[in-house]
């Protein structure tokens, strides 16, 4: 009887594990039934919008180096006609013959320079007049050049907080306001900010830089909201570190060249994975995106949620620094 009992139970428990399995597999293969079309669809109009980059003109400033020449690469791949935007014209050149010759079956314009220095804001609308004269229009503009920073706040002199703000924010500002006035008239266009994850969090040692890209990232929020209405995109893209030469070309305190690659850079993404994620942010039209590990992740969650710990966190990276 007491066995008779258990057994009973038992039997019980199997039917209703078995009804859970069989209720859990339907909930299984309805959302698979449900989720494969939408996989299927978001692939197919992530390939259309690339496909619709083909003939844009696409103006990139940082194009001599890192990531700025990754992204050459990239959309000169897709079939646009990229103009290639820094100081060095010796580094351009190169980036253009390497361009040309490692896609040489790629239909599309040869790449254009434009030697250019952000800090010489007079300069700037010159400059792109003369890029409108060559290609007619430009389709998308990517402010990626830019300078880092390397020292603290005592020892920075504001010539140096001065010079990374005119690089990376009033440079990049006065570009965009050259080129927007041509992309309302054709009521298209786009524009893209390279910030930085540290455009959402500061570090210490980086104040200048830090705040050049909480600036444009705010700069780009407004512009965003008040170009809605002429179907202008804005996309702020936040990369968390990238194996370029951004720490040696860095400046310190004094202004010299910090000259050194640091480990977190040397240990980042590569520019061409980071372009590439670039490259499909720019065709979707997303407006804004953070690629980066878990840990910068967690720490822009701490800075808005458990600033305390962010506090500490930072506090705690200053103090065994070693720049000091
Ligand atoms: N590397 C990272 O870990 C990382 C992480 C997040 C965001 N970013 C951002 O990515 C962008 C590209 O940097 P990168 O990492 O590729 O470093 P990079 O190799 O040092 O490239 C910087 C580019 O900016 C150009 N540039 C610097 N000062 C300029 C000026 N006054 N006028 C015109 N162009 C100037 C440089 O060209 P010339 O010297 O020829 O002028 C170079 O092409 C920057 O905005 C940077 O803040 C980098
Ligand atoms: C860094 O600079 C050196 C020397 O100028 C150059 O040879 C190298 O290609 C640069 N690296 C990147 C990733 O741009
Ligand atoms: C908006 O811009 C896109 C390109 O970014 C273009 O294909 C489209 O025709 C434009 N729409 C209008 C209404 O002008």
Same mark, same amino acid.
């Given at each position: 009887m007491f066995f008779h009992m258990i057994e009973l139970t038992l039997q019980n428990r199997m039917n209703e594990v078995k009804k859970l399995y069989e209720s859990l597999s339907l909930i299984g293969s309805l959302s698979l039934a449900i989720s494969l079309p939408w996989i299927i669809y978001k692939a197919l109009h992530l390939q259309r919008s690339l496909n619709n980059l083909f003939g844009k003109v696409v103006v990139i400033t940082?194009? $001599? $180096?890192g990531l700025g020449e990754a992204l050459a690469h990239e959309f000169y791949m897709k079939g646009c006609q990229v103009v290639l935007c820094a100081r060095r014209r010796q580094e351009l050149d190169r980036v253009r013959t390497d361009l040309m010759h490692s896609h040489s079956t790629v239909q599309t314009h040869p790449p254009i320079i434009i030697p250019l220095d952000l800090a010489d804001l007079d300069n700037l609308v010159e400059n792109l007049k003369k890029i409108i004269t060559v290609t007619?229009?430009?389709d998308i503009l990517i402010n990626n050049g830019g300078v880092s920073h390397r020292g603290n706040v005592l020892s920075t002199n504001i010539d140096v907080d001065m010079k990374i703000m005119m690089v990376n924010y009033f440079g990049t500002v006065a570009l965009t306001k050259a080129v927007l006035p041509d992309m309302v008239k054709r009521n298209e266009g786009h524009i893209v900010f390279i910030s930085s994850v540290q455009g959402l969090i500061a570090l210490p040692e980086r104040s200048a830089y830090s705040a050049s890209k909480h600036a444009v990232q705010a700069f780009g929020d407004s512009l965003r909201a008040e170009v809605a209405d002429n179907n202008i995109s804005v996309s702020v893209i936040s990369p968390g570190?990238?194996?370029?030469?951004l720490s040696l070309n860095a400046l310190t305190g004094s202004g010299d060249s910090y000259g050194q690659m640091d480990d977190s850079t040397k240990s980042g993404y590569t520019p061409e994975y980071v372009a590439k994620k670039i490259v499909k942010a720019v065709a979707q039209k997303k407006k804004e995106m953070i690629i980066s590990s878990m840990l910068p992740k967690i720490a822009i969650f701490l800075r808005k949620y458990l600033p305390s710990l962010y506090f500490f966190a930072m506090a705690r990276r200053a103090k065994k620094s070693s720049l000091k």
């Open positions: 940082g194009a $001599s $180096s007619g229009k430009v570190y990238i194996q370029t030469n």
